[in-house]
């Protein structure tokens, strides 16, 4: 007699179990996740300023024990570096608004110039969109329908007007002009002469009358922008208020990061004390419990300390070379690009694009031509390399311990996950903490030592723990 349940049966309940028990770690993980970001993009106008101040601790933490050995305690070092980096910003802002306000000054004067020259340049792309796409010369297609208007009237939202062909009446001859007008002569045995068609070529320059209505076509297109305009402003303010905003509203936002001084001023100076203690705040009695957990944050530390302390002064470098060669060429706003630089090469390949391109386009505007864009391209270039081969491996190595596309997706998961501005500050700490999991307990031996000896290796990993040692 068979005994049931079979090995088969006991199997396959096992495996039913499993699998219904995964699926409800996987919520139960899902829903905390979906939760905490909720909580943290509540309280986030106040987690952003300690946040701030945390990375601001990791980059001048080196500074202050530099003033340390000097002789300076550890508070008197604090304070003289903030007066010094209080009359820095102040010298930097003394000097950068009368820059950026005779430049705005001029660009307001010559905005119509740029308008005038904006206006024929989309004039003539247009003319030449029209022409190679549109299968015909301006004259003969229909004046109003164009491959052009079409694509405007679709992204502006406006009615597309259908281009309609009718057929137009041929005028009959009046008797006189047929009587005026001489019979044709044929030969008896002559065939019916074929009816003759002429194709005139596509002019290469546009025509004066077509300039003209193609301005008056652009200028009846203004009216769809300015309607659009009052959407798209209130777009990007409700997005801002959702990335800052949180229960205290942009205004309380903005007087919290009053606090990121006060932060950073115990922070700096309860450093060393930190170092020394941090392992006996853990909630946790001495075990071997408390001993992982204690080298599993270290492991983090050393992936943070290797991209703020050392990609930031990398991006701090390469924003002061970029915003004084293009004062030097003559740049408008070329201080605000040096500090673009700064902020947004943080993020790998994406940030210098989303530089590079105002710059070009701002230089485009002003000298009209293509020497200076190109000037400006070859300032991009030259700084790059000069980072990827000079700066860069003598302050963070071969790498920061994260592939950059690793840096680039976290950046906007974690925007997406938590929201607004504190997920892109907490992208990097989150990414580290998720490999750093799965070096130690996922991953296999030589994968997991080949992770640590590549973060460990890293100049300014190998200074903090020498100077945490000492």
């Known amino acids: 007699m068979t005994k049931y349940p079979t090995v088969w049966q006991r199997k396959t309940m096992w495996a039913a179990l499993t699998a219904i028990f995964i699926v409800v770690l996987i919520t139960i993980a899902c829903s905390v996740v979906w939760i905490a970001a909720n909580v943290v993009g509540f309280i986030q106008p106040i987690l952003i300023p300690v946040a701030i101040a945390v990375i601001l601790a990791y980059l001048l933490d080196p500074v202050v024990t530099k003033m340390c050995e000097k002789g300076l305690g550890r508070t008197k070092a604090v304070i003289a570096l903030f007066a010094i ?3 820095s910003i102040g010298a930097l802002v003394a000097w950068l608004a009368p820059v950026v306000s005779m430049q705005a000054t001029n660009v307001g004067r010559e905005l119509p110039q740029y308008t005038q020259k904006a206006r024929d340049t989309i004039v003539d792309l247009i003319f030449k969109y029209d022409h190679a796409f549109g299968g015909g010369s301006t004259k003969t297609r229909d004046r109003n329908f164009s491959p052009a208007s079409g694509f405007l009237n679709l992204l502006f939202g406006a009615p597309s007007a259908t281009p309609s062909r009718k057929a137009s009446p041929t005028p009959a001859p009046s008797p006189d002009t047929a009587a005026a007008t001489p019979p044709e002569i044929l030969l008896p045995d002559s065939p019916t002469p074929a009816p003759h068609e002429e194709i005139n070529s ?11 209505r193609i301005q008056a076509w652009v200028q009846r297109q203004l009216p769809n922008l300015e309607r659009q305009l009052p959407y798209i402003s209130e777009k990007i303010w409700a ?3 959702q990335s800052i905003g949180g229960f ?6 903005l007087l919290s990061l009053v606090m990121v001084p006060i932060y950073l001023f115990f922070l700096l100076k309860e450093s060393p004390a930190i170092e020394r203690r941090w392992r006996e705040y853990l909630p946790l009695r001495n075990s071997p419990l408390k001993n992982e957990v204690a080298a599993v ?8 300390i290797a991209y703020f302390r050392g990609q930031l002064l990398v991006c701090l470098i390469d924003g002061t070379l970029i915003g004084v060669a293009l004062y030097i060429t003559g740049l408008n706003f070329a201080p ?7 902020i947004l090469t943080m993020i790998p390949y994406i940030g210098i694009i989303l530089c590079w391109v105002p ?3 701002i230089a485009a505007g002003q000298w009209g031509d293509w020497t200076h864009p190109l000037i400006v391209t070859l300032v991009f270039i030259v700084v790059q390399n000069l980072e990827a081969i000079f700066i860069a491996p003598r302050i963070v190595g071969n790498s920061v311990g994260l592939h950059p596309m690793t840096v680039i997706v976290s950046i906007f998961v974690w925007g997406l996950l938590i929201g607004g501005l504190l997920g892109p500050i ?3 700490p989150l990414t580290a903490t998720i490999k750093v999991l799965l070096a130690r307990y996922v991953w296999g031996r030589r994968l997991r030592e080949k992770v640590a000896d590549a973060v460990e290796e890293v100049p300014v990993v190998k200074h903090a723990q020498s100077a945490a040692q000492a």
Do not use: C, E, H, W
């Open 202 to 212: 596509t002019p290469d320059k546009i025509s004066t009358a077509d300039r003209q």
């Open 248 to 253: 205290l509203g942009v205004t309380g936002f």
């Open 359 to 361: 710059a070009v386009l």
């Open 426 to 428: 907490l992208a990097v």
């Open 297 to 304: 944050l270290s492991q983090i530390n050393n992936y943070i």
């Open 85 to 87: 980096a209080f009359l």
């Open 336 to 342: 605000l690009v040096g500090v673009l630089v700064v």
């Open 239 to 241: 997005l801002l208020k």
